[in-house]
């Protein structure tokens, strides 16, 4: 007689993260916030329609319209269920939760666009503008100073000092190019001005164990001072600063049939040599350090020094090598503050962007795809503030906080808990 076994199986429980259920309570409660803000919008719109060109004006391309109640509406209701499918569990962490977020922000912004460009009051009707020109424009150096910082900090070294170097690649970018008539030359110049700020700061940081942090400051104020004191030995007289501050700029190169791609073509594909440097430059660092040995090395002497050193790899000399590679980065990102646009070198021409670049390796995870994309969402920002300055519902000081406010909520509501590589910022002293 056989016997059967009459026992039923118990399912396991489910664990729940508490961070993870706090983390969905705050980004849940942040879109209802935002939804609210958008339902407002809906309600106090007039005008029916506002006006929108992505094309080129130039070229013929000839205004089209939006409806605005019903585009403000539908995006409300978009972020609404988002939010409430946050709150409730729905979506969790993974791709679908990305691309959810992804939605919502857009939605935000296509809905904020809408109410700050309807019911115009003023006898200029401005339309609404392709903002991914100025996108480009603005974070390429942020890129550039991201990819510096990520090579500095997977290795262990705390890059603080990325607006130093972006100030001394603009300075000594212009310098070069103007003396030799020559914007490629002034690329170098710059890189050469980043790398050595960037072994200041590895000679500094890993040979005399200096505080990271407070080194990076330093290399910031001590960047500053030197360019505004050599500004100020060039002289006024045209005769001379022709050859000292007064350089070409790169050109504009079209790439065939990409430039010609509706809304994005214009914007990514018409561009000087440095932004497709950036492009490049993104695909080169996160090849080599996810997809090489040294970088391999890099990563290990940022998380646990001792245990790649038993192993056999230097870890002073590894890392050495990432900070004065990341030198090159941000020499560049500084250079395009010059000869990639303005020309002349102006004191502080950086105006704080190396900040932003490190805010950008953080909201990026340390990770080059998603500090470059980080960068990329400031820079969106920053260029939709200069066109709503166009119009009058927002007062220009706030417009002017807008990027930092959007960095910060982003940061703080969406990114959630970071966390740097494990030897971020500790000298590592053989035993």
């Not at 939010?83 to 939605?107: E, Y």
């Not at 200041?200 to 990076?216: H, K, T």
Request: proline share 5%; charged share 10%; hydrophobic share 55%.
């Amino acid at each position: 007689m056989e016997l059967v076994s009459t026992a039923t199986t118990v399912a396991e429980p489910v664990v729940r993260d508490p961070e993870d259920a706090k983390r969905r309570t705050k980004v849940g409660l942040l879109l209802l916030l935002v939804s609210g803000l958008l339902f407002y919008f809906w309600t106090s719109i007039d005008n029916a329609e506002v006006s929108y060109l992505l094309g080129d004006r130039t070229a013929g391309a000839e205004p089209g319209t939006l409806p605005a109640r019903p585009v403000t509406l539908g995006c409300a209701v978009v972020v609404l269920v988002i939010a409430l499918a946050v709150a409730s569990g729905v979506l969790r962490r993974g791709v679908g939760n990305v691309l959810a977020m992804i939605v919502a922000g857009f939605a935000f912004i296509l809905g904020f666009i809408v109410w700050a460009y309807s019911d115009q009051e003023a006898a200029f009707q401005a339309v609404i503008t392709n903002p991914l020109p100025g996108t480009f424009a603005i974070a390429t150096p942020l890129i550039l100073g991201a990819l510096a910082g990520c090579l500095c900090e997977r290795a262990g070294v705390i890059n603080v000092a990325i607006e130093g170097q972006f100030l001394a690649g603009a300075f000594f970018a212009s310098v070069v190019a103007s003396l030799t008539y020559s914007a490629g030359a002034g690329l170098l110049g710059g890189i050469a001005a980043g790398v050595g700020i960037a072994a200041m700061l590895a000679l500094f940081a890993i040979r005399y164990l200096v505080n990271q942090v407070v080194l990076g400051v330093v290399l910031v104020v001590f960047a500053s001072g030197l360019t505004a004191f050599l500004l100020d030995q060039v002289p006024d007289d045209p005769a001379v600063k022709q050859y000292l501050n007064d350089p070409p700029t790169l050109n504009d190169i079209a790439i065939p049939v990409l430039s010609d791609i509706p809304v994005i073509g214009e914007a990514m594909f018409n561009q000087t040599i440095l932004v497709y440097l950036m492009y490049a430059s993104v695909a080169v660092v996160t090849f080599i350090m996810f997809e090489t040995r040294w970088g391999l090395r890099v990563r290990a002497v940022g998380e646990h020094p001792k245990a790649a050193d038993t192993v056999g790899i230097n870890v002073k000399r590894t890392r050495w090598q990432a900070v004065l590679f990341g030198g090159v980065f941000a020499g560049l990102g500084g250079a395009y503050f010059t000869i990639g646009s303005t020309g002349s070198f102006d004191k502080g021409a950086s105006s704080g962007n190396g900040f932003i670049a490190l805010a950008a390796v953080i909201m990026g995870r340390w990770h080059p795809i998603w500090a470059t994309l980080a960068a990329l969402f400031f820079g969106f920002v920053s260029s939709l503030q200069d066109q709503l300055k166009l119009v009058s519902k927002i007062p220009s000081e706030l417009l002017t906080m807008t990027p930092y406010i959007a960095t910060v909520v982003a940061v703080a509501g969406f990114v959630g808990r970071v966390r740097p590589p494990a030897a971020d910022g500790e000298p590592y002293v053989p035993s």
